[in-house]
Nanobody, 114 residues
Framework: QVQLVESGGGLVQPGGSLRLSCAAS????????MSWYRQAPGKERERVGG????????GYADSVKGRFTISRDNARKLLFLQMNRLKPDDTAVYFC???????WGQGTAVTVSS
């Protein structure tokens, strides 16, 4: 059974940092490209970025480029989202997603506020 479980969300002040994790199970993680999405209150879900199965290639939305970094640890079946210089507009529920499996995690909430 494919399962994705996010963690690491919380409340952070503007300018701060957070690192989100996504633990994968039930599939061959090292063979699957992964993505992060987010959904702010009252808005549509948007793609934050993605990473290839090997971790060599990454891509980001313009809104987070230069501030967020996606990485992965295939040995531990973990996906990460390092978020720096956070802004109030980054407030959202963040989801990991396996596109080829159409599998979503349950999300972890991030609130950026002073």
């Amino acid at each position: 059974q494919v399962q994705l479980v996010e963690s690491g969300g919380g409340l952070v002040q503007p300018g701060g940092s957070l690192r989100l994790s996504c633990a994968a199970s039930g599939f061959t993680f090292s063979s699957v490209g992964m993505s992060w999405y987010r959904q702010a209150p009252g808005k549509e879900r948007e793609r934050v970025g993605g990473i290839s199965s090997s971790g060599i290639s990454t891509g980001y939305a313009d809104s987070v480029k230069g501030r967020f970094t996606i990485s992965r640890d295939n040995a531990r079946k973990l996906l990460f989202l390092q978020m720096n210089r956070l802004k109030p507009d980054d407030t959202a529920v963040y989801f990991c997603y396996a596109p080829s499996l159409r599998a979503w995690g349950q999300g972890t909430a991030v609130t950026v506020s002073s």
